[in-house]
């Protein structure tokens, strides 16, 4: 994983004819639909034309949730979370560009009970979603997305986020 977030790295800082872009999120996340948690999500990537684009992101989840669980109150922070995905860009008109994005992610959850102890796990799975970009202006984008982050039997993390990029 650490690889493939150097090598898209590298080509973003080598590719002349690609166009960058950086960015954060504000997720809303929903941790096995029991946790509402949120997360700030930086993103870094580069456009391949205009339908391709491949991205790299770091997450930090931060505030708890308390869930009840047999009886007791759980507490559930988002630690982190990072991954790489690709991107297919559709324009609508000069100004909005729907997306599918799929990749893959890696997130660290921490679970504790007071007076009793905490358990921290790490899960990395596929991810899938969609969204919408709206170019405000040549450099000025403003987005929404839905993204299916995890979904194994340890973790199930999805998230709504609105975010704002950068392109250079």
Request: aromatic fraction near 10%; glycine fraction near 14%; charged fraction near 20%.
């Amino acid at each position: 994983m650490k690889k493939a977030a150097a090598c898209l790295l590298a080509v973003l800082a080598t590719t002349a004819q690609a166009e960058n872009y950086v960015g954060g999120n504000m997720a809303f996340v929903d941790y096995d639909s029991d946790a509402s948690l949120k997360a700030i999500v930086g993103r870094l990537g580069m456009t391949f034309g205009e339908n391709l684009a491949g991205e790299v992101r770091l997450g930090k989840g931060y505030g708890t949730d308390t869930i009840d669980v047999s009886g007791y109150n759980v507490k559930v922070e988002l630690e982190t979370m990072y991954g790489v995905y690709g991107r297919f860009n559709m324009a609508v008109s000069s100004r909005a560009y729907p997306y599918v994005i799929a990749g893959y992610t890696r997130g660290k959850v921490k679970a504790s009970i007071s007076g009793i102890g905490s358990s921290t796990d790490t899960e990395g799975d596929l991810s899938y979603g969609f969204g919408l970009d709206y170019h405000v202006n040549e450099k000025l984008t403003i987005n929404g997305e839905y993204m299916q982050y995890l979904d194994k039997s340890g973790a199930d993390i999805s998230a709504l986020s609105i975010g704002v990029s950068t392109r250079f």
